[in-house]
């Protein structure tokens, strides 16, 4: 089995900066992609980034050049430092990887249980 567990939400006032980690843990042969999603209450769930495993990075247009998404492929982890929050970045921020469990398994997605990001001054 798999696991991801993010950490690193909490009450951060706007303009402060916030950096979330998501571990991945278990049987784990390969991870392809990473993501960071988010879903703000009554929103639907919305990509923020993602990093391809050579490490081009893509983010959604209300985050770029505040967020940055990065990867530690040895620890199995994904990192989203966000820098200068807005209140509407309050959301539950969600990571999800794309995991090969073993040499002969099939490459499928992943998902943490989510931590609470909140922006309020």
């Known amino acids: 089995q798999v696991q991801l567990v993010e950490s690193g939400g909490g009450l951060v006032q706007p303009g402060e900066s916030l950096r979330l980690s998501c571990a991945a843990s278990?049987?784990?042969?390969?991870?392809?992609?990473m993501y960071w999603y988010r879903q703000a209450p009554g929103k639907e769930r919305e990509l923020v980034a993602e990093?391809?495993?050579?490490?081009?990075?893509n983010y959604a247009d209300s985050v770029k050049g505040r967020f940055t998404i990065s990867r530690d492929n040895a620890e199995n982890m994904v990192y989203l430092q966000m820098n200068n929050p807005k209140p509407e970045d309050t959301a539950v921020y969600y990571c999800?990887?794309?995991?090969?469990?073993?040499?002969?398994?099939?490459?499928?997605?992943?998902w943490g249980k989510g931590t609470l990001v909140t922006v309020s001054s």
């Open positions: 278990g049987n784990i042969f390969n991870i392809n992609g």
């Open positions: 999800k990887m794309n995991v090969k469990p073993t040499s002969i398994s099939i490459t499928r997605p992943y």
């Open positions: 990093i391809a495993s050579g490490g081009s990075t």
